[in-house]
């Protein structure tokens, strides 16, 4: 690899910066990452914004920590885990998330009463065997 000093002098420190980013008090960009290891493209972080906001007003009803298991996705990663070519993971607007004592059917149904609530501003909210999607799209899906 090569480059000039100047160059690679602030593009560590760019990358510090933004690879440490506190979104939330309990949600780090770090951890929207995809998970081949490419950090989220700056001009997506505002969407992983919203989403982190979202999930943080989830972690505090829940009183206990969520973990997301899939966050933002590069179109390369999106096609090897067979994810939608027009997926929300590669707008950073979605996230599979697990919490430790709920199975995801009974935390997509909390997820759905917050939102039915007008608490959390998720669209698009899909139940897996292993985890729970959801996403800060427009309109309303459910799967
Ligand atoms: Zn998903």
């Known amino acids: 690899m090569q480059f000039s000093p100047g160059i690679s002098i602030s593009g560590v420190f760019i990358t510090f910066k933004i690879k440490y980013m506190q979104l939330t008090t309990n949600f780090t960009l770090q951890e929207f990452n995809c998970n081949d290891g490419t950090p989220v493209p700056a001009d997506l972080i505002p969407n992983v914004q919203k989403l982190a906001n979202n999930l943080q007003i989830l972690r505090d009803h829940l009183g206990e920590s969520i973990h997301v298991n899939s966050g933002y996705r590069t179109p390369a990663y999106n096609k090897k885990v067979g994810g939608k070519s027009l997926s929300q993971h590669l ?50 899906a459910r799967w």
């Open 91 to 140: 707008k950073g607007t979605a996230a599979d998330i697990t919490c430790k004592s709920k199975s995801p059917k009974q935390l997509a149904a909390i997820i759905e009463k917050l939102i039915t609530a007008g608490k959390l501003k998720f669209g698009g909210m899909g139940i897996y065997p292993g985890f729970v999607h959801v996403d800060i799209r427009a309109g309303k």
